[in-house]
């Protein structure tokens, strides 16, 4: 009887590892937007309009004016001049062996050479072990992550 039950359940397991398998990459397929550049939308909207009789060319007018909207909203818009990137994003890449990591804002979970870097710069006077961190050793590496990320040197 154990037997029967424990080949039931091992079943029973595996059906339920097989459906949410199944889900995750049903909505993964779902959730990825087809997206088209700006040329591909016009040339697919101007053979739509030029068909469109005299009397439909508002509507197909506000037709084409959707998805070029729809595109403008969806894509960033760039700023005139990057801000300065802070601790904790962006990348930093080791110009020795071309490693590239992200900058950390938790100086606990940045790699050893970062923390040598930022004492070969001579943004930090040392490397800090864990129970040297305070509120203001953290402050102080924060701004010298943000100084080092912003370095032509390290930029990724």
Do not use: C
């Not at 029967?4 to 091992?10: A, E, G, K, R, S």
């Not at 818009?77 to 890449?93: D, L, Q, S």
């Amino acid at each position: 009887m154990a037997e029967v039950l424990f080949i039931l359940t091992t079943i029973f397991v595996a059906y339920v590892v097989y459906a949410v398998v199944n889900d995750q990459r049903a909505t993964a397929k779902s959730t990825v937007p087809q997206v088209k550049s700006e040329k591909q939308e016009v040339a697919a909207v101007q053979p739509q309009a030029a068909a469109a009789p005299q009397k439909e060319a508002p509507a197909a007018r506000r037709a084409a004016a959707r998805p070029a909207a729809a595109a403008r909203r969806a894509a960033p818009a760039k700023p005139a001049a990057a801000p300065a990137p802070e601790a904790g994003k962006g990348e930093v890449r080791n110009p020795a062996t071309g490693e590239v990591v992200s900058a950390h804002s938790n100086y606990r979970f940045t790699k050893r050479w970062v923390k040598e870097a930022l004492v070969a710069e001579g943004l930090l006077d040392k490397i800090y072990k864990n129970n040297e961190l305070d509120a203001a050793a953290e402050a102080k590496i924060k701004g010298a992550m943000a100084k080092l990320a912003s370095m032509d040197k390290y930029q990724a």
